[in-house]
């Protein structure tokens, strides 16, 4: 990291948010549990993107741990597999969740870089084993067209990054659902769920078993977003150790959004996904951001990895005045 560059964002009157305060980068290109190739080369659209240098000047202290070294998978899954890549996947997953822990005992705030939403289950293992070592749980704000909550038995396409969620709930294969040696890592009382517009129907089942609080685009439209970020925000923060974020970019409309490799059209506009983590920063109980399926193939002139740019810097802190 540019130390002039940390040195300038101290120095500003302007830029107060994270004065004083560290973070580590780590990027994740991986892309195995996605159906479409492109999510593996995210992390470093972000850096092109000028992620370092503007988190600098916001005042924080940048740490580049630069990207988790990724297995090749030595064959490709057979026809109907339903858990494709799943050693290069967990193995993965497991070196995440050790280096997340290690960024939250530096006393750091980790952003990670993905990659496909598989890696969540990876980050958010870490993190939670961080927090559990404390006594202390963790809650998720998980923003995501979909609901990631199938499972071996209810997946259509065998796809893991379909599935992240639901592991970290405790239902999957134990490769997975046991990174770390704990399951559930989440209680999903401490989870609220923004943005989903296309669930599969063993996903809805599973939702309304466990009671979670899924903000659809309907009540957003409805409520508004403000609303619905306060009571996000609310529920996560049940957890007494704070709250992880993760946001999927096909959340967001494809409008401003186009590198995702699972387009629903009707997401987050620019400014609502803005104004839900400005909430989020103004609250305080964010301990780890997340970004993840930047399909680099399917963007255009790096559009979506600017705007995740800009959203990690909102929720760093970063204000129109």
Not at 163 to 191: N, Q, S, W
Request: glycine share 12%.
């Amino acid at each position: 990291m540019n130390e002039a560059l940390i040195e300038q964002g101290k120095d500003s009157k302007e830029i107060k948010p994270g004065l004083g305060q560290r973070v580590s980068i780590l990027g994740v290109p991986l892309g195995f549990g996605a159906g479409l190739e492109g999510v593996d080369i995210g992390p470093a659209a972000m850096r092109v993107a000028r992620l370092n240098q503007r988190v600098a000047q916001l005042g924080y202290e940048v740490r580049d741990l630069g990207d988790l070294r990724v297995e090749r998978p030595s064959q490709q899954p057979e026809a109907g597999e339903r858990l494709k890549y799943l050693r290069e996947i967990s193995h993965a997953c497991e070196d995440l969740a050790a280096e997340v822990k290690k960024i939250l005992e530096a006393g750091e705030l980790p952003i990670i870089l993905g990659g496909d939403h598989s890696i969540a289950i990876g980050s958010f293992s870490g993190a939670a084993s961080h927090f559990r070592e404390r006594n202390e749980t963790l809650g998720l704000i998980w923003f995501d067209a979909h609901a990631d909550m199938n499972t071996p038995e209810t997946t259509p396409s065998g796809n893991i990054h379909g599935m992240p969620l639901g592991v970290l709930l405790g239902y999957g294969a134990p490769e997975l659902t046991h990174i770390g040696g704990v399951a559930p890592k989440l209680d999903p009382r401490f989870c609220a769920h923004v943005g989903a517009r296309d669930v599969d129907p063993g996903e809805r089942e599973l939702i309304r078993r466990l009671g979670m609080r899924f903000f659809t685009m309907r009540e957003i439209d409805e409520r508004g977003i403000s609303n619905v970020m306060d009571e996000a925000i609310a529920i996560a923060s049940r957890a007494s150790g704070g709250y992880a974020v993760t946001l999927d970019v096909d959340a967001l409309d494809p409008g401003d959004a186009p590198g995702s490799g699972t387009l629903v059209r009707g997401g987050l506009t620019y400014r609502e996904a803005h104004l839900g983590m400005e909430k989020i920063s103004e609250a305080g109980g964010m301990r780890m951001l997340e970004i993840v399926e930047i399909n680099t193939t399917l963007d255009i002139n790096n559009r979506t990895a600017q705007l995740a740019v800009e959203l990690i810097l909102s929720a760093l802190g970063k204000t129109i005045l």
